[in-house]
């Protein structure tokens, strides 16, 4: 089984000439899911006692397989929170496969983790951290969230009695991740009402925090792009409230902290620089692979008090002191998933990085121009970052949901409905550089000619 011999040849090389295909696509289909019957029935059993052998397998992957799965990367998939890795990316994500490397620890992966580092830097720089600050790629934003809290909470505990409960502070504009994490964890979420935009203001937090005193209280979560809406909290106000309080301040900025990188959207991010812990998803609008989230913390000690695992199997590493990712989140073994996005950065410079964040800003809100402009279409709420929300005027939620599923049928657009106060509406979030103005026009000539 472990042999390199000349059908392995072959295999490679159709697997690269693939790859290449793939990844030169412009664009590349949209896809489109199938029902569990229709894959069976076209699939076949392929997990057998002798194998089906390479080139089957691969036939039935390029065949069947990779037809059934959505193109994150299709100009006009402006669902959920897309994503547009670079071809770089997606060229070096083919290497981290190819070389074996754990990226858990320096002693093991020195080489990719100083990598992985220099791109954690600019993360860092752009949230305004100071030189101390560090910490580690992990899966996606729920990780990110999860080891940002285990870390705050561990911290709180350090040295004071247990409370009855602990306590998150955060808005309903929370990412359902948040709420994941608290039932991981077993804390409780307290919210905070937010102001006219959705914002979570400090205002707001400091009343909470007279109106309802609690010795549970061990963090406030903020978020930077919420992803409904795309609007940024009043993080500089959350942070003076968090830090007279000696509360953990986390900045959740999985799909907009991004923006960070566009001088003319910084303002929005007055105060992230204050936060304790910050996260964004390269897999996001970073332009990188899946599966990756730069999680990183103002100062990493607490982190590392909070996560390393310790075992006699482990003393080697542990007892030195050098930077071992696996220390700063829930994991062990892991992949080297931040070289991908390392790699880009290095190959393109960050000033490309911020050209392609400023061109996916301004589609966005040259759509919203457009949104406002159409009769029968009206906004929900002004954009502030990359997300666009609005209504198509005397639309119910089924004919929402037929005209998406329809758009996605033909292979015409992934764009799925969403709502916000109890009213079904169309939200884009765009964060590909080649969505263009005409994609998200075309959308709404598309939406007025349906019929049903
Ligand atoms: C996407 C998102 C998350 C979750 O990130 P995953 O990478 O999907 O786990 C968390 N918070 C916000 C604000 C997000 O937009």
Request: hydrophobic content about 40%; charged content about 20%; some cysteine.
């Amino acid at each position: 089984m472990h042999t390199y011999d000349e059908s392995t040849d072959d295999l490679a090389e159709e697997i690269i000439s693939y790859s290449l295909a793939r990844i030169r696509m412009d664009p590349p289909p949209l896809d489109k899911p199938r029902t569990p019957d229709e894959l069976r029935t076209a699939i076949g059993p392929t997990v057998t006692p002798d194998g089906i052998g390479g080139h089957e397998a691969f036939r039935l992957f390029v065949e069947e397989i990779a037809p059934a799965t959505i193109s994150i990367d299709h100009p006009r998939y402006l669902s959920f929170v897309p994503g547009a890795p670079t071809e770089a990316a997606a060229l070096f994500d083919l290497i981290v496969g190819a070389s074996s490397m754990y990226g858990g620890s320096w002693m093991e992966a020195s080489g990719a983790v100083h990598a992985e580092n220099e791109a954690l830097r600019w993360v860092s720089d752009l949230a305004g951290f100071p030189e101390g600050a560090g910490g580690v790629f992990v899966s996606g934003g729920t990780g990110g969230n999860l080891s940002a809290l285990v870390t705050a909470r561990h911290h709180a505990a350090l040295g004071r009695e247990r409370p009855a409960r602990w306590k998150l502070l955060a808005s309903a504009g929370a990412h359902s991740s948040i709420d994941h994490v608290s039932r991981v964890m077993d804390f409780e979420i307290v919210r905070v009402p937010v102001d006219e935009r959705g914002r979570l203001t400090g205002e707001h937090l400091a009343q909470v925090l007279e109106d309802h005193p609690d010795d549970g209280y061990f963090a406030v979560t903020a978020t930077a792009g919420v992803t409904n809406l795309g609007i940024v909290d009043d993080l500089d106000g959350v942070a003076d409230v968090a830090a007279a309080h000696g509360l953990w301040f986390h900045v959740d900025g999985a799909y907009g902290g991004a923006a960070l990188a566009a001088p003319a959207y910084r303002h929005l991010f007055a105060g992230v620089e204050k936060a304790d812990s910050f996260i964004v998803d390269p897999h996001k609008w970073l332009f990188s692979t899946f599966d990756c989230c730069a999680l990183v913390y103002r100062d990493p000690e607490p982190a590392r008090r909070a996560h390393t695992q310790h075992a006699s199997y482990l003393d080697a590493i542990t007892d030195r002191d050098e930077w071992n990712p696996s220390d700063y989140a829930v994991h062990l073994s892991r992949r080297a998933r931040g070289l991908p996005f390392w790699f880009s950065l290095a190959m393109h410079g960050t000033e490309a990085y911020r050209e392609a964040i400023e061109t996916t800003l301004e589609v966005a809100h040259t759509g919203a121009d457009l949104i406002r402009e159409r009769d029968g279409f009206s906004l929900v709420t002004e954009p502030e970052l990359s997300v666009v929300v609005f209504r198509k005027e005397g639309w119910t939620s089924a004919d929402y949901t037929a005209w998406s599923d329809a758009a996605l049928d033909t292979g015409f657009a992934f764009c799925l409905p969403s709502s916000h106060a109890g009213e079904t509406v169309m939200r884009w979030c765009v964060v590909n550089p080649k969505t263009t103005t005409e994609d998200l026009a075309s959308v709404l000539d598309s939406m007025v000619a349906f019929t049903g």
